[in-house]
């Protein structure tokens, strides 16, 4: 199992899940730290989950889509600022083949 952080900017964080060859993103602002995470651990995400739509913690996530093909996870309500591939409003969990992530609104 992983679960990492880095910290970017003045106080923001981006977070790594993952099991075996499935993982994910979380507030990806900044995609160089991001991508370095991810590689520092060998994972490959496929998601990118946003906790909400606010740039700072969304700003990378144009590249990583881009850069890995990975969707992404967020509320529809923050789709004014960035637009999610699937909404996660009324979600109680989140299944990417092993990665088992609870959901709390």
């Given at each position: 199992m992983?679960?990492?952080?880095?910290?970017y900017?003045?106080?923001?964080?981006?977070?790594l899940?993952?099991?075996?060859?499935d993982?994910?993103?979380?507030?990806?602002?900044?995609?160089?730290?991001?991508?370095?995470?991810?590689?520092?651990?060998?994972?490959?995400?496929?998601?990118v989950?946003?906790?909400?739509?606010h740039?700072?913690?969304?700003?990378?996530?144009?590249?990583l889509?881009?850069?890995?093909?990975?969707?992404?996870?967020g509320?529809?309500a923050?789709?004014?600022?960035?637009?999610?591939?699937q909404?996660?409003?009324?979600r109680?969990?989140?299944?990417?083949?092993?990665?088992?992530?609870?959901?709390?609104?």
């Amino acid at each position: 199992m992983i679960f990492d952080r880095r910290r970017y900017g003045k106080d923001n964080y981006v977070y790594l899940l993952g099991e075996g060859a499935d993982a994910a993103l979380v507030d990806p602002g900044d995609p160089v730290v991001a991508l370095g995470m991810a590689a520092a651990h060998g994972a490959h995400p496929r998601l990118v989950i946003h906790t909400h739509g606010h740039p700072d913690h969304t700003g990378g996530t144009t590249l990583l889509r881009a850069r890995v093909g990975a969707r992404v996870l967020g509320h529809a309500a923050d789709a004014g600022w960035f637009k999610p591939d699937q909404d996660l409003a009324g979600r109680a969990e989140i299944v990417e083949g092993a990665l088992r992530i609870r959901v709390h609104e």
